[in-house]
């Protein structure tokens, strides 16, 4: 083995062993001290995943129920949005503290509050994935009134 193979093999041991220790390590929250701090600590300005994590994206989860129909209000749509929500995350095996970033899209600023409370229902007071919550126009259909997406990651255990 020539110096340019042994340089490889040693680069090649070092890459897999640092590797090895990023995947055990947990999902960390990023609120660095020179950004201002998390409305309420309701968010987190960021989510850092290692590698060898299984991840979840979800479709926008809007208001409608089992049967396909869409309750009129924004109480009834906001608890259908985030229970469907939470019930996609939970079937791919994963759990509230599993979701990294959730974005909400809404059509009156008014309904922030119901849809937050709807959104601590499922998922907890303490739920804090990084977050953005986006006021828009208009949705897919003119009866949605709040539609919510997710991005899921899942340590593996080794």
Known sequence: MNGFSKLAAVLSLAAIFSITALASQDITTINPDDVHPPYKNRYSHGKLVPPGAHWLYTAGQTGVTVDGDVPEGIEEQADWAMKNLFNVIHAAGMASEDVVK???????????????AARNKYFGEGFSPAS???GVPALARPNYLVEVEAVAAKLIDN
């Open 132 to 134: 953005t919550a986006v």
């Open 102 to 116: 959730m974005t909400i899209y809404y059509l009156d600023p008014a309904h922030l509050s119901i849809i937050v």
